[in-house]
């Protein structure tokens, strides 16, 4: 299958036929239309200062992005569509014009999935951030994480951290957080709806990302802007990761929100 380049995020077929009619669930705007699920741009805060790369006070802070000159990032996107290549997968879709947002990394089964998201984001242009276990952050580990985007976190106060990952959201003009809702490569019964929450508290939209181990697609879909309806709006993720194969299939659990 051949990829086609367009500037949309509809590009993809896939990325349009489980979001079409979906009025009632608020998919940007509130409006159910293809013509309504274009990339938004939303007013960006102002940039963190420099110090705030620090982490004091037990604080999520995420380290601000690399600096890259034009020919260093357009080596770096053709030496990862390079790897991808080599490796038999390709990409498809486009971030959106917004600088900000939530990126689903879904469905997660396998190590081999961050790796693969690393490449692909990198050929997307986009600079990633995504939360670890603090644990990994053994030198020389530790150096290798920050540098590739991670950013240390305890697991055990995840209410602290959608609330630190909101703030950050709010003093940075760029940022894109990348969050694997299962929060485990084993099955789990639902997804974690920690990401949603930091959408909706940061009011920056849910771009559907993927990783298709039956098609080797690394792909970004559409961008949601969540509606505070929690059901509904995961039926637009069930509905939309129905077919996305991972890794291994027996370890993909059922898009459902946390039980109340």
């Not at 979906?22 to 309504?36: M, S």
């Not at 790796?115 to 242009?125: D, E, K, P, S, T």
């Not at 993720?237 to 129905?242: G, I, L, P, Q, V």
């Amino acid at each position: 299958m051949r990829t086609r380049r367009k500037s949309s995020l509809l590009a993809n077929p896939r990325n349009v036929a489980c979001l079409k009619e979906r009025g009632p669930l608020g998919v940007l705007g509130r409006q159910g239309t293809v013509a309504h699920l274009r990339a938004v741009t939303l007013k960006a805060g102002s940039r963190a200062p420099d110090h705030a790369s620090t982490n004091t006070s037990g604080r999520v802070v995420l380290p601000p992005p690399m600096q890259r000159t034009h020919v260093q990032g357009r080596l770096m996107k053709w030496f990862c569509r390079l790897l991808l290549g080599a490796a038999g997968w390709r990409t498809e879709g486009a971030p959106p014009a917004s600088h900000r947002f939530v990126l689903i990394a879904a469905p997660h089964t396998s190590n081999w999935d961050g790796l693969i998201m690393l490449l692909a984001v990198r050929v997307f242009g986009v600079k990633l951030h995504w939360f670890v276990k603090k644990s990994w952050f053994v030198f020389p580990l530790g150096f290798v994480m920050r540098a590739l985007g991670g950013v240390p976190i305890d697991r055990t106060a995840s209410h602290g951290v959608v609330d630190h990952a909101i703030a950050q959201f709010a003093g940075n003009a760029e940022l894109v957080l990348a969050v694997p809702p299962e929060g485990t490569r084993q099955k789990a019964p639902y997804w974690k709806s920690g990401f949603y929450h930091i959408a909706r508290g940061a009011k920056v939209p849910i771009v559907l990302g993927y990783l298709d181990y039956g098609r080797k697609v690394a792909g970004l879909g559409p961008a949601f802007l969540p509606t505070g309806n929690l059901q509904a709006d995961f039926a637009v993720f069930r509905e939309f990761y129905a077919t996305i194969k991972g890794r291994y299939p027996d370890l993909v659990g059922p898009v459902l929100p946390p039980p109340l």
